[in-house]
């Protein structure tokens, strides 16, 4: 069965600082994995998605992850903190089984906290 | 396009109460989900549905706990009766089938509150 752990629930960044935020998978398979910010009282949104293709990928608001098999990891990062980033993220992972109906596994999350 | 609505966006119930949530996914997808987030920690599924189909509700609690999506398109998330750590954000989410390279659609998620 897949698990995910989210490095620190809280992170502290300053304004203009790089964001990273660590994420570790564990899948018996190729997996699928998922980046999801959620503001506050609102529903998560899909960040960025890895799904076997380039291993650096690219999502929206200037964040990136890149998927490391060898560590099981899929980092986020973003150069440049801005105020906006201030919310929770939270990596999820996915098993890439076809024809299956595959369970989404959410982390625990990491509150991202920008200081000016 | 419309996101997933849902509502009420807050609830404030007494123990042993039920109440119920309602959930419109987007137009066209086949997959509706229903998610408790309880503070500080990630969305955990309590029921899959594919069209009108249960597809996993493994982890529902099925004494107080109900769902149902008639017709295929929108859904309800009933608990009767409702125990204090019941309190949590109920989300709902859809995407356009099942496999697990979809990305989900979230809704802004009901805030029940069990006193």
């Known amino acids: 069965a897949q698990s995910v752990t989210q490095l620190g629930s809280h992170v502290s960044v300053s304004e203009g600082a790089l964001v990273l935020l660590r994420c570790n998978y564990s899948?018996?398979?190729?997996?699928?994995l998922f980046w999801y910010v959620q503001y506050p009282n609102q529903g998560l949104q899909l960040l960025l998605k890895?799904?076997?293709?380039?291993?650096l990928v690219k999502g929206i608001n200037g964040f990136e992850a890149e998927f490391k098999k060898s560590e099981t990891s899929f980092h986020l990062t973003k150069p440049s903190a801005h105020m906006s980033d201030a919310a929770e993220y939270f990596c999820?992972?996915?098993?890439?089984?076809?024809?299956?109906?595959?369970?989404?596994?959410f982390g625990k999350g990491t509150r991202l906290h920008i200081l000016p | 396009e419309a996101g997933v609505a849902q509502s009420p966006r807050y609830k404030i119930i007494e123990k042993r109460q039920s109440v119920a949530f309602w959930c419109n996914p987007i137009?066209?997808?086949?997959?509706l989900y229903w998610y408790q987030q309880i503070l500080g920690q990630g969305p955990k599924l309590l029921i899959q549905?594919?069209?009108?189909?249960?597809?996993?509700d493994s982890q529902l609690p099925k004494d107080r706990f109900s769902a149902e999506r008639l017709k295929g398109v929108d859904s309800t998330l009933k608990i009767q009766p409702a125990k204090l750590e019941d309190s949590a954000v109920y989300l709902c989410?859809?995407?356009?089938?099942?496999?697990?390279?979809?990305?989900?659609?979230f809704g802004p998620g009901t805030r029940l509150t069990v006193t």
């Open positions: 989410a859809s995407s356009l089938d099942r496999q697990g390279f979809h990305e989900q659609y």
């Open positions: 890895y799904t076997s293709a380039a291993t």
């Open positions: 999820a992972v996915s098993e890439s089984l076809m024809n299956r109906d595959d369970k989404i596994i």
């Open positions: 549905f594919q069209n009108n189909g249960v597809v996993d």
């Open positions: 899948s018996s398979v190729p997996p699928y």
């Open positions: 137009s066209g997808h086949a997959t």
